[in-house]
């Protein structure tokens, strides 16, 4: 089967005891066993049956087999926000005296789980220009425990090769963590692309318009002990298990996010070319533009869309803020993926509490607008920022 009809037909784990047509929620937390050998069993791993909702549950196990059909994982765990499906993948990986290396170029939380809470465990974070993969290679060393990426940076939308890194970090036996949040898996195979484990905020794209928080480990196998580590470790000592409604309601944005994505990806692009043409506007960025300076990179990676995010730069903060207090249809909200649009100005909110020198190394400018484009007809889109400009 092609992956679309996947996502809707993949068959249930059991049959349900009332044949429902779509997965039950199964609100429990606990599971009843007919006599005490049988729970032994699974307490212990001998067979496969749910205990405790903590480390198992159908209607979550349901939306990750169905993610790992989709991709071709060894493994797949949903947890409750991206941020823990990044912290439990690090704890996995991590020890005392290793180091991660990475980039600047990365999402504000990742960057400050690595070089605020995990150096206090005594982890260090090299970092690095990851378009430069000989720069990268020359920090690897004995301790380098892996290497993670974000498939397109949030705000900066730079893109890496991918395949040349994950070749490099291989050939010094080096496990590569991505982020593949900002281009769905629907697009590209990052297993393809050598990634060993990919790490998603599925708050964005799968939820189904924003509708809750969930993060997605993918594994694809190639470094057992991560993989041993994630389930008979961080799953039960760290206790960020996605929750049965949360499940339900990312599995039914399963079923609908190649259809949502094509066209968010699609309006981003005519709205990114339409953007261009307004005068006060001094830069559009977005990937699937030809001029765009990783258009080609990302075309051989993720194929022929782009994502939904677009930054714009204007001339000064202020004129950022007006544009923003100016929107009439545009709702100012962080988020990405939403079925709405947002616009925010990421140098005063996400990366307010971050220092002017921070930001700079980071590339986070006072003059940046980011936009995650919806669902909405592109006419509208356009005339709201047009009047917002002009206003
Ligand atoms: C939003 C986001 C995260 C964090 O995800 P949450 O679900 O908010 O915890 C991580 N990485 C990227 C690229 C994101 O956009």
Redesign the pocket.
Known sequence: MKKQTQAIHLPYKRRDAYDALSMPIYNAVAYEFDNAEVMADAFCGRIDAPDYSRVENPTVTNFELRVKALTGAEHVIALN????A?SNTLFAIVEQGKNVITSRHL?G??FSLLTSTLSRFGVETKLCDLTNVDAVEKLVDDNTCCLFL?VMT?PQLEVVDVRALTEMAHRHGIPVIA?T??IPFTQFSAKDLGVDVEVI????YISGGATS???LIIDYGRFPFIGKRLLNEMLFNLGSYMTPQVAYMQTLGLETLDARYRVQAANALALAKRLCTLKPICNVNYVGLEDNRYHQLSLRQYGETAGAMITIDLESQEACFKLLNNLKLIHRATN?FDNRTLAIHPASTIFGLFSAEERAAMDILDTTIRLSVGLEDVDDLFNDIKQALEA
């Open positions: 926000s991206g941020m823990a990044i999402f939380n990742t974000e949030n982020d949040t900002i905020s599925s708050t964005k928080l969930g993060g990405l």
